[in-house]
């Protein structure tokens, strides 16, 4: 076996392996079309090697000067038959030789993240993860954004009968809230708590959380978050003097795996839960259950509302546009 520089009279060789390798790629990194034109563009002005067994080419790297220092690995692959034979790493010394050459000091290369194997494969020649590129069908990607605002909503209660006080908080951060035209409700003390409803956070649960966590930070009182989210999961959160003591999120990775520590913090603890809302530990345990799917669980709208029954408060199951009309609720308008 040996290694040598390619040229233009290996396009056919080296576009016949390409095709072998689309076949071993998983959707969607497999490719509509093979890479000929770019095959034939690195084999005329950039960096090619192949690697022969009796004259057959059974392997081949592309690569890619991307700046004075840097180089992208655009393809390396050796047919099924000749794996194991050591003529990949081979091929990857004269690359490394041949960049060296002309001033290259790092190198890159795309990986497939499902494929465990290429990845161990590589990072024994001392490359490591640095990058992850996300990919997704337009489709996909454009029903999941058309479910970001939909289904969601959400309130803040806060635990004082002080509702000039709230009233006052509110107004102070609402004007800096971005968009919308309605503006906040703050509705009168129900079971000790005072309900917020906004309408610009009722669509955007990070909102919702920054003007919880900006009134707990003001007023100094005990304050939870509760809201649904897509229609599909249940998020509580607690704050006390603007900082999160326990939060609860229905489908703890619904957005995406979570370190196992993250996950379990995302479970309700009924001890915090207790001490600051009063509810009974054991009813925290009995609704407050996380899983893997929203399938799993009863429909948010219910659990919320379950929810925030066993914590004593009112208002939680709405959010602005069906707020009720409360006597005594004080409007606050967004200049």
Same mark, same amino acid.
């Given at each position: 076996?040996?290694?040598?520089?390619?040229?233009?009279?290996d396009?056919?060789?080296?576009?016949?392996?390409?095709?072998?390798?689309?076949?071993?790629?998983?959707?969607?990194?497999?490719?509509?079309?093979?890479l000929?034109?770019?095959?034939?563009?690195?084999?005329?002005?950039?960096?090619?090697?192949?690697?022969?067994?009796?004259?057959?080419?059974?392997g081949?790297?592309?690569?890619?000067?991307?700046?004075?220092?840097?180089?992208?690995?655009?393809?390396?692959?050796?047919?099924?038959?000749?794996?194991?034979?050591?003529?990949?790493?081979?091929i990857?010394?004269?690359?490394?030789?041949?960049?060296?050459?002309?001033?290259?000091?790092?190198?890159?290369?795309?990986?497939?993240?499902s494929?465990?194997?290429?990845?161990?494969?590589?990072?024994?020649?001392?490359?490591?993860?640095?990058?992850?590129?996300?990919?997704?069908?337009?489709?996909?990607?454009?029903e999941?954004?058309?479910?970001?605002?939909? %289904?969601?909503?959400?309130?803040?209660?806060?635990? #004082?009968?002080?509702?000039? !006080?709230?009233? $006052? /908080? @509110? +107004?102070?951060?609402?004007?800096?809230?971005?968009?919308?035209?309605?503006?906040?409700?703050?509705?009168?003390?129900?079971?000790?708590?005072?309900?917020?409803?906004?309408?610009?956070?009722?669509?955007?649960?990070?909102?919702?959380?920054?003007?919880?966590?900006?009134?707990?930070?003001?007023?100094?009182?005990?304050?939870?978050?509760?809201?649904?989210?897509?229609?599909?999961?249940?998020?509580?959160?607690?704050?006390?003097?603007?900082?999160?003591?326990?939060?609860?999120?229905?489908?703890?990775?619904?957005?995406?795996?979570?370190?196992?520590?993250?996950?379990? %913090?995302?479970?309700?603890?009924?001890?915090?839960? #207790?001490?600051?809302?009063g !509810?009974?530990? $054991? /009813? @925290? +345990?009995?609704?407050?259950?996380?899983?893997?799917?929203?399938?799993?669980?009863?429909?948010?709208?219910?659990?919320?509302?379950?929810?925030?029954?066993?914590?004593?408060?009112?208002?939680?199951?709405?959010?602005?546009?069906?707020?009720?009309?409360?006597?005594?609720?004080?409007?606050?308008?967004?200049?």
């Amino acid at each position: 076996m040996s290694v040598r520089r390619a040229g233009p009279g290996d396009f056919d060789a080296m576009t016949s392996l390409d095709r072998e390798l689309d076949h071993e790629l998983p959707p969607p990194i497999s490719l509509a079309q093979p890479l000929d034109a770019e095959i034939r563009e690195i084999l005329e002005s950039e960096l090619a090697f192949v690697g022969e067994d009796d004259g057959v080419v059974i392997g081949y790297a592309l690569v890619r000067r991307r700046s004075a220092e840097l180089a992208t690995v655009v393809d390396v692959y050796v047919a099924p038959g000749a794996r194991g034979s050591g003529i990949a790493p081979r091929i990857m010394r004269e690359v490394v030789a041949a960049l060296r050459d002309e001033g290259v000091t790092r190198v890159d290369l795309a990986v497939p993240a499902s494929s465990a194997l290429a990845r161990s494969f590589y990072a024994r020649w001392g490359l490591r993860d640095e990058v992850i590129v996300m990919t997704g069908s337009l489709e996909h990607i454009e029903e999941r954004l058309g479910r970001v605002e939909a %289904g969601s909503f959400g309130s803040i209660h806060i635990q #004082s009968d002080d509702l000039s !006080a709230v009233a $006052d /908080a @509110v +107004r102070q951060f609402v004007p800096r809230l971005p968009g919308g035209s309605r503006g906040s409700l703050v509705a009168p003390p129900r079971g000790g708590w005072i309900a917020v409803y906004d309408d610009v956070c009722d669509r955007d649960p990070e909102m919702l959380r920054r003007l919880a966590r900006e009134l707990s930070d003001r007023i100094g009182a005990v304050t939870l978050l509760l809201g649904v989210e897509r229609e599909e999961l249940v998020r509580m959160i607690l704050f006390e003097r603007g900082r999160i003591v326990d939060e609860y999120l229905s489908v703890p990775e619904f957005y995406g795996p979570l370190p196992p520590g993250d996950v379990v %913090g995302l479970a309700a603890n009924p001890t915090v839960v #207790s001490r600051l809302t009063g !509810a009974e530990p $054991d /009813a @925290v +345990r009995r609704i407050a259950h996380t899983a893997a799917s929203p399938a799993d669980l009863p429909p948010a709208r219910e659990l919320l509302a379950d929810l925030a029954s066993i914590l004593g408060v009112e208002g939680a199951d709405t959010g602005w546009s069906d707020a009720p009309e409360l006597a005594g609720a004080v409007g606050i308008e967004r200049a």
